[in-house]
């Protein structure tokens, strides 16, 4: 049995070092992009909502259209994740949402556009460990939700609401469009920035993928488009770290997943995602934080899924980080 077994992680090793080798070879590009679809699929009836997506939206994305002689409002939406408030270890997390407002001068009309989870942050986190499937499995997408009107109450009071620019009705279409496309082929939410350490000069080897990117992603466009965005207080948004030496790539479901060879390391990743509780409120998802905290300490060890695919990341201290730190408008 134990000669089986050394065979089998013998067997892993080669893998990974032809893996390593071809990889090496192909001269791995950090951080590795971001991986977008032809055109977004459904999601898997398995993956069910506790709370209805864009539930106010257009259900087609449709978004109206803008006359040219229009002045368009720009607003930088921020409000806490309230839920992050409960719980003594919980108090200490600056997690933000972002979104951005819009408001026509000619109609009156306010709009908002933000990006989010599908089926909320834990299910984009952690996957289920199913027992009649054997990869772990993903309830991962994000999508663009844009709906009529600002809840200035929601955002003001306990947030951000404010003014950074305007539009006129082209930049408005051209960028109602561009938001439509980027929807369509970038489908999922990754929640994870991984970097070699929290210095400023760190190799980033994946970048996050999540409502405060979709906001960066945005506002460049507005800028590319010609706008220009100024704010008069310092603009942070969450970021939620993981800490690691050079990552391995180890494949997709069907190469881990589907090969009797590559059992152990299967074995592994399931295992590894079987910690985490099934997650119904974000109080849960924080638990599962915290239980990634003390495995990942312990076994120096994250399994990354990034682009549909396995990446082994070598963790190092501090591990895991929230911070809540400035990116400048473009
Ligand atoms: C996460 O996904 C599971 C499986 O579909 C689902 O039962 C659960 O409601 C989802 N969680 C949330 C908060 O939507
Ligand atoms: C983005 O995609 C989701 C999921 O298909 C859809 O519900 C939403 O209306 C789309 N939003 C936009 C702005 O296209
Ligand atoms: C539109 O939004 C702006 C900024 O929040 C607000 O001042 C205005 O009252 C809103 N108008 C309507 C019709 O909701
Ligand atoms: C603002 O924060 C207070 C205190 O935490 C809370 O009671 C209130 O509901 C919040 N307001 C909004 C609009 O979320
Ligand atoms: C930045 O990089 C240099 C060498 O490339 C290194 O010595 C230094 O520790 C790094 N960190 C900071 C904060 O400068
Ligand atoms: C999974 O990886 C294998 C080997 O690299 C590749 O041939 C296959 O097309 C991939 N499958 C998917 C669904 O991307
Ligand atoms: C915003 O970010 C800057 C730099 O990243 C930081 O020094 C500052 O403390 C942050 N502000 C808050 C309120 O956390």
Known sequence: M????????LNLLLFLHVVAHFRNNAQQQWP??????????????????LFPFCPTGDGDGRIPSMRDSDVISVYRLQTPVWEFKYGDLLGKLHIMHDAIGFSSSETGSNFTVEWYELFQLGNCTFPHIRPEEYA???????AACFFGGIEDLHWSQNGTLEKIGELTGNQFNDMAKWV????????????????????????????SYDCSQ?????????????????SKSQTNYTKIYLFSGEPTYLGNDSSIFGQPALKNLAGDIRTFY???RPHQTFVDFAVSLLEAYEKVVLEKSFYLYYNFEYWHLPMKPPYIQITYEEVPLP
């Open 214 to 230: 979709f906001v960066h992603r945005t506002y460049r466009k507005l800028t590319e488009l010609g706008a220009k965005l100024s």
């Open 274 to 276: 079987h910690t985490f």
């Open 2 to 9: 134990s000669h089986t077994g050394s065979v089998l992680c």
């Open 180 to 207: 439509q496309d980027d929807n369509e082929t970038g489908i999922y939410y990754e929640t994870w920035t991984v970097r070699s350490d929290p210095s400023p000069n760190a190799t980033v080897w994946f970048e």
């Open 136 to 142: 772990p499995f993903w309830c991962n997408q994000g």
């Open 32 to 49: 590795v992009p971001y991986r977008r679809v032809d055109s977004r699929p459904a999601a898997d009836s398995f993956c069910e909502a």
